[in-house]
């Protein structure tokens, strides 16, 4: 089955700085890979996702990038706030296989 | 729109006893699935259901069932709880395609004594 793994597990930047945040799959039938926040006593909540068909998408400060060559995907965070501190979760999912998850990195942005 | 609800937030239950979690998905939604989130595992699949069939089953003894009602709201059910079911119990609906995003409750957090 599908395995993701995910990298760092916590990350620390200074605020204005750049986060990013990186994810491996091992399924090639994945295609679809979005991305979760989860803030403290919440579910998470869906961000940005990217499809096998698109190879980067970009929402104002977030942007994911896809290689499907190396079967790696990444977040990036601009401009960061202390607003952007949380857990991130990266996930694949193919065909009709249930999302997989990486484990998670706890990102903290220092004002 | 109401996002997913999931009751109660939070239980207390002795090991032994059986538990029963509630799931009410997005308006219009038709498929719900079940995450366990534990801090060494992360996010486990459990089991998704549509159109009150089991679609996808994940790697849990059989102690953990679920089900679907016909207005979509789902439930799931753990039998004889050990220590380690103690976890945070996601409950995502989605339209049922594998690309359509998941929309995640706040889940219910499981205390086994």
């Known amino acids: 089955g599908e395995n993701v793994e995910q990298h760092p597990s916590t990350l620390s930047v200074q605020e204005g700085d750049s986060a990013v945040i990186k994810c491996t799959y091992s399924?090639?039938?994945?295609?679809?890979f979005p991305w979760y926040k989860q803030e403290l006593g919440k579910g998470p909540q869906l961000i940005i996702d990217i499809r096998s068909n698109v190879g980067e998408k970009k929402d104002q400060r977030i942007a994911v990038t896809l290689n499907k060559t190396a079967k790696h995907f990444s977040l990036h965070i601009t401009e960061t706030q202390p607003e952007d501190s949380a857990v991130y979760f990266c996930a694949a999912s193919g065909g009709n296989t249930p999302l997989v998850f990486g484990k998670g990195t706890r990102l903290s942005v220092i004002a | 729109k109401a996002g997913v609800t999931q009751t109660p937030r939070y239980l207390i239950k002795t090991r032994g006893q059986q538990v029963t979690l509630s799931c009410s998905p997005i308006s219009g939604h038709r498929s719900v699935s079940w995450y366990q989130q534990t801090p060494g595992q992360g996010l486990q699949f459990l089991f998704e259901?549509?159109?009150?069939?089991?679609?996808n089953k994940g790697n849990f003894p059989g102690r953990f069932s679920g089900r679907q009602f016909s207005n979509s709201r789902s439930e799931m059910n753990v039998s004889t709880l050990e220590l380690g079911d103690s976890a945070l119990y996601l409950c995502a609906s989605s339209f049922p395609r594998t690309d359509s995003p998941l929309h995640f409750g706040n889940g219910t957090r499981l205390t086994v004594t």
């Open positions: 399924d090639s039938a994945s295609n679809y």
């Open positions: 259901y549509f159109s009150e069939t089991q679609r």
